[in-house]
């Protein structure tokens, strides 16, 4: 072979070896500006008199990201999210949200890491930044979410995959959402192995075991959950695909120094009910001197968890639906059971215009636990139209509704708005070595 030959292999082997390996670092800028009107900020009952409020949004986002294509990726999404109310001045916020996400692959196995921190208040009940506990109360509570979670996917062979994955989360309330809305502070660990086989061209098998552990130490209150799933995935077609998730849970639970009776000091125990009206043991009674008599109590509780979802698109249309039951920690110390089912509908009419439907309704229930204040109904209607102005610029119009229930003291309300909202997309700065 002659020396020219050489080279040219060289330099070609060079530049394949350089493009397979090159590492991509980019940053990609926005910027959301947002007006809306809303006829009841507060979510609040028409007895308790709804306050509306013309509103301003600055939503400002960056992501930083970087690859090396079949080797590693990483990316870290910052988000902040200004809203003022022009009439409610108390109800304003300024939220924060991160969530880092990275990625080390080899021919069997990939190893990620995930990581998230979310400052955001009640009164946000924007869909991709809701506050699980908005409209629940009337007051301005602060919401702090910490987690990270780090996996292992192991590629046995062609046809079957094993996932490890772990969980931390740490949860915690403003001093106004303790003292007056009895939210509180909480921290929860869980540990989740899945294994699924391609059975055939279309039908994948598998199962999901999971553990998780919560505590919330400022009620004594702890819990233990662990589920068992049978998975199946159904493709339909290359656009379609059918997933069901079926199994059960055993909750067990423990319920520290709880008053279960009065001491009075030499007549002896006695009921609660009997020496108080409020139910809880006073200092005195008739002069008596009293003392608590305080118990551990464990709990139970075994149910079914369910989780379904098909989805399904074109070149112009995309589709999800998605149902599920599952226990999640409550925000008031104590586990809750959520039923849910969402709609997401999106049409994209011309390569300008598009349009989405969300439909979206879910239900929560106090299984163990002393506080059911937050359980809820909840229903909610989002509509919107979009329209590209050009590869930056973004114009899109939203209608939401939102209407739901306070289970405890069966409290309707209701709150209509209406949005108008501005996207600039900044051209993303990359560089490539």
């Not at 080899?106 to 409209?135: H, M, P, W």
């Not at 995935?233 to 008053?259: C, F, H, I, M, W």
């Not at 999640?328 to 586990?335: E, F, N």
């Amino acid at each position: 072979m002659s020396f020219k030959k050489v080279v040219f292999h060289t330099l070609v082997l060079s530049v394949c070896y350089g493009h397979v390996n090159a590492a991509e670092w980019k940053i990609e800028p926005s910027l959301g500006l947002s007006t809306q009107y809303n006829d009841n900020v507060r979510m609040r009952t028409e007895a308790n008199n709804p306050e509306s409020s013309i509103g301003y949004t600055v939503d400002p986002r960056v992501n930083f990201a970087a690859e090396e294509q079949g080797l590693w990726n990483m990316s870290l999404n910052a988000r902040g999210k200004l809203t003022r109310f022009q009439d409610i001045e108390d109800a304003d916020s300024e939220n924060v949200f991160i969530s880092f996400d990275a990625v080390r692959q080899t021919e069997r196995f990939v190893l990620s890491l995930k990581g998230s921190y979310s400052d955001n208040t009640n009164f946000d009940t924007d869909f991709d930044t809701k506050n699980i506990d908005s409209g629940l109360f009337d007051d301005k509570t602060v919401r702090i979410n910490k987690s990270v979670s780090p996996s292992l996917r192991w590629n046995s062979s062609q046809s079957s995959v094993v996932i490890f994955s772990l969980s931390a989360t740490e949860t915690s309330y403003d001093e106004l959402g303790i003292s007056s809305s009895n939210l509180r502070d909480s921290k929860g660990e869980s540990a989740t192995i899945q294994a699924y086989w391609q059975m055939y061209e279309k039908h994948t098998l598998g199962y999901t075991i999971s553990y998780s552990k919560n505590e919330t130490p400022d009620v004594g209150f702890s819990s233990d959950t662990t589920v068992l799933n049978l998975d199946y995935t159904y493709k339909l077609s290359p656009q379609s695909e059918l997933k069901l998730s079926v199994g059960g849970r055993r909750l067990d639970s423990l319920t520290s120094n709880v008053a279960v009776a009065c001491d009075l000091e030499g007549f002896g125990p006695a009921p609660i009910e009997e020496v108080s009206n409020t139910g809880v043991c006073p200092d005195s009674f008739l002069g008596i001197p009293v003392t608590p008599i305080l118990e551990d109590i464990p709990g139970n509780d075994d149910g079914t968890v369910v989780n379904l979802s098909y989805s399904t698109s074109s070149e112009k249309i995309s589709q999800r639906f998605g149902a599920s039951r599952n226990v999640i920690p409550s925000s008031t110390g104590g586990v809750q059971e959520l039923q849910s089912a969402s709609y997401n509908f999106n049409f994209t009419s011309t390569e300008r215009l598009s349009s989405a439907l969300l439909l979206d309704a879910s239900e929560t229930k106090t299984i163990s636990g002393v506080d059911s204040t937050n359980d809820r109904s909840q229903y909610r209607i989002e509509s919107s139209v979009a329209y590209k102005i050009d590869r930056n610029w973004r114009l899109s119009f939203r209608y939401r509704y939102i209407e739901q229930n306070i289970t405890d003291i069966d409290a309707d309300s209701k709150s209509n708005a209406v949005f108008v909202n501005l996207t600039l997309n900044w051209p993303k700065l990359a560089t490539t070595y």
